[in-house]
Nanobody, 120 residues
Framework: QVQLVESGGGLVQDGGSLRLSCAAS????????MGWYRQAPGSQRELVAG???????NYADSVKGRFTISRDNARNTVSLQMNSLKPEDTAVYYC??????????????WGQGTQVTVSS
C-alpha cells in the first residue's frame, strides 16, 4: 500500500501564493500518476492537476496559467505551486496516487487533505 503525506496548506490573501507538497511511501511496484484534487464545502471533489510518470500534465481550466504541478519520480513526491490565488480556490486539497502494487494490480491512495484558505 501507498501512504501519502501532504504539507504546505494555510491561509493566504487574494493574489498570494502557496506551495503544496506530497510524499509517497510504502510497498508498491511503481506510481503511474500523481495529482491534486480539492473539495470545497458543499461541493464535489474535483481534479486540480495531474502528472504521469513520463510527465504528461493536465489541469482544471480554472487553474491553468496559475498553478504548476511537478513531480520527482526518484523521491516519489509531487508538488503544486499555486500562484495568483483567488478566494474561490479555498478548499481542502488532497494528494492522489494511482500505483501498481507488488502483485501488479492497480490501486489508488489518498492523502489526509490540507486546508487552503484564500481571504479576499
Amino acid at each position: 500500500q501507498v501512504q501519502l503525506v501532504e504539507s504546505g496548506g494555510g491561509l493566504v490573501q487574494d493574489g498570494g501564493s502557496l506551495r503544496l507538497s506530497c510524499a509517497a511511501s510504502g510497498r508498491f511496484s511503481s506510481i503511474s500518476r500523481m495529482g491534486w484534487y480539492r473539495q470545497a464545502p458543499g461541493s464535489q471533489r474535483e481534479l486540480v492537476a495531474g502528472i504521469t510518470s513520463v510527465g504528461v500534465l493536465n489541469y482544471a481550466d480554472s487553474v491553468k496559467g496559475r498553478f504548476t504541478i511537478s513531480r520527482d519520480n526518484a523521491r516519489n513526491t509531487v508538488s503544486l505551486q499555486m500562484n495568483s490565488l483567488k478566494p474561490e480556490d479555498t478548499a481542502v486539497y488532497y494528494c492522489h496516487a494511482l500505483y501498481r502494487t507488488r502483485g501488479e494490480f492497480m490501486a489508488d491512495a489518498w492523502g489526509q487533505g490540507t486546508q487552503v484558505t484564500v481571504s479576499s
